[in-house]
């Protein structure tokens, strides 16, 4: 059997193959420049066609991570930093690029959520992860809640700043406006005076410079209010933090770890915060996971 993982991202696409044996294939593509869903869906068919013809296999199933939000009817709604897929029939468009695979999609902040668990054999988890967005998961009793295709865990667009930045949702406050990688060199822009690329700001946080500390210090403040509105609603067991943004910046982990014993009340023991296991690779592992849930006739 070979199980495909896809996880679509607002600027790259992460593509894995695992067989019963292991890894078979893994590539990252970015986005070439933003023209319309159907050139997007073109270039994902080339790589696909590329991976296959690298692999010699038909693939039995494929489970995508998509982080756009999806009506009832099965078509985008909203895609901030992809807005040219809104509107977009997205079951029908993946199954058109994979006929004779079983094929299902979720909230990729949802499938990192259970990759995470499963990695850390952790049943009550709570994943974030920080990148070009914020995304997140919560897993129950080993179960992803709400469940897949029944909504996705949006704590990226918790508001954690009543009348803070503005979010791509529209909204002022929310956590992905303000802890976001975006968000978090924005801030560290003003701060330091000029702008900060990603290797700037890592090199500043080495070198302890006052504006890089004070930029992590709030992106880890507001992470962590919204930790902890989780841990008082459900109680997992644990959080993770990762995302291709924080897996590159530990401190964030460290302070979000130190706002959560500032924010515990009395009597209550702040949740065990530490860095995602499979690092800025969550979705994309938690995308394979779906595969084999649907190549095993279990629901997607």
Request: with cysteine.
């Amino acid at each position: 059997m070979a199980y495909l993982g896809i996880d679509i991202g607002g600027t790259k696409v992460a593509l894995r193959v695992e067989t019963d044996a292991g890894c078979a294939g893994e590539t990252t593509f970015g986005w070439a420049p933003r023209h319309s869903a159907a050139q997007d869906l073109a270039q994902l068919a080339e790589q696909v066609a590329e991976l296959r013809a690298e692999l010699g296999t038909p693939l039995d199933a494929v489970g995508v991570a998509m982080p756009g939000t999806v009506g009832p009817d099965g078509r985008i709604t909203a895609w901030p930093n992809r807005p040219e897929w809104t509107g977009l029939e997205l079951d029908a468009s993946l199954r058109a690029l994979f006929p004779g695979a079983a094929l299902g999609w979720a909230d990729d902040g949802d499938l990192g959520a259970l990759a995470e668990a499963q990695a850390s054999g952790c049943e009550d988890l709570l994943y974030i992860g920080v990148g070009t967005g914020i995304g997140g998961g919560l897993v129950l009793g080993g179960t992803p809640c709400p469940g897949l295709g029944r909504g996705s865990f949006e704590i990226g667009h918790v508001i954690v700043e009543l009348g803070g930045a503005r979010c791509v949702c529209g909204r002022q406050g929310c956590l992905q406006a303000i802890a976001s990688g975006p968000a978090t060199l924005r801030r560290a822009a003003v701060l330091c005076g000029q702008d900060v690329t990603f290797d700037e700001l890592r090199q500043a946080l080495r070198d302890k410079k006052p504006w890089a500390l004070d930029a992590i210090e709030a992106t880890s403040r507001a992470l962590a209010a919204a930790v902890t509105g989780v841990q008082e609603l459900v109680h997992p067991v644990r959080a993770v933090i990762g995302g291709g943004f924080a897996d590159g910046i530990p401190e964030i982990v460290e302070g979000v770890s130190g706002q959560l014993a500032e924010l515990a009340r009395q009597g209550q023991t702040p949740l065990p915060v530490g860095p995602a296991a499979l690092g800025g690779l969550s979705s994309l592992r938690g995308a394979v996971a779906l595969a084999r849930l649907i190549a095993s006739g279990k629901p997607g």
